[in-house]
T-cell receptor, first 112, second 115 residues
């Protein structure tokens, strides 16, 4: 089983749609959680960190469920410019390496 | 300010050759990470440095891969006797410190193609 698994894509949605991505992680010692966005042939860029209380940034909402070892990303009112691959990432923490473990990514395509 | 830079942006080499990939982190960042990303996959951790020392090299696939960061800033990833399976995008990232809550900022990557 992979350490971090994401919904397989691609997701093809019309403009204005709401789309949700899910991600599960296997290591209960995971400390920090992130969503990255990666455009084609570009580097991953941090979209948002994910906090236990949940957090929102404009049209984007991230949730963490530690009991189920699950994180999610909700995008409301999708824009064409949201088309990209979304990567969830888990940080094991300093004592376990400080390394990010990524899911395989979920591709989103927003159509007019 | 300047972000993470990587050179070369593209590298084509022949099987069996030696390659060096360079990463210049954000100024002041003490932690530096190397990842490898194959097509359709997320980045895969290789090694990270806290200062000059390799704090975790558990992701290096075998002893053909080696990385250094002699002065705690620029890092070089070295691959000996390259194989076709080494073809991937090699990403470097840096963060102010290593560990919980620190954002890692990625460079544009080096696309390595081994023929």
């Amino acid at each position: 089983r992979k350490e971090v698994e994401q919904d397989p894509g691609p997701f093809n949605v019309p403009e204005g749609a709401t789309v949700a991505f899910n991600c599960t992680y296997s290591n209960s010692a995971s400390q920090s959680f992130f969503w990255y966005r990666q455009d084609c042939r570009k580097e991953p860029k941090l979209l948002m960190s994910v906090y236990s209380s949940g957090n929102e940034d404009g049209r984007f909402t991230a949730q963490l469920n530690r009991a189920s070892q699950y994180i999610s990303l909700l995008i409301r009112d999708s824009k064409l410019s949201d088309s990209a691959t979304y990567l969830c990432a888990v940080l094991l923490g300093y004592n376990q390496g400080g390394k990010l473990i990524f899911g395989q990514g979920t591709e989103l395509s927003v159509k007019p | 300010g300047a972000g993470v830079s990587q050179t070369p942006s593209n590298k084509v080499t022949e099987k069996g050759k030696y390659v060096e990939l360079r990463c210049d982190p954000i100024s002041g960042h003490t932690a530096l990470y190397w990842y490898r990303q194959s097509l359709g996959q997320g980045p895969e951790f290789l090694i990270y440095f806290q200062g000059t020392g390799a704090a975790d090299d558990s992701g290096l696939p075998n002893d053909r891969f080696f990385a250094v960061r002699p002065e705690g800033s620029v890092s070089t990833l070295k691959i000996q006797r390259t194989e076709r399976g080494d073809s991937a995008v090699y990403l470097c990232a840096s963060s102010l410190l290593a560990g919980t809550g620190e954002t890692q900022y990625f460079g544009p990557g080096t696309r390595l193609l081994v023929l």
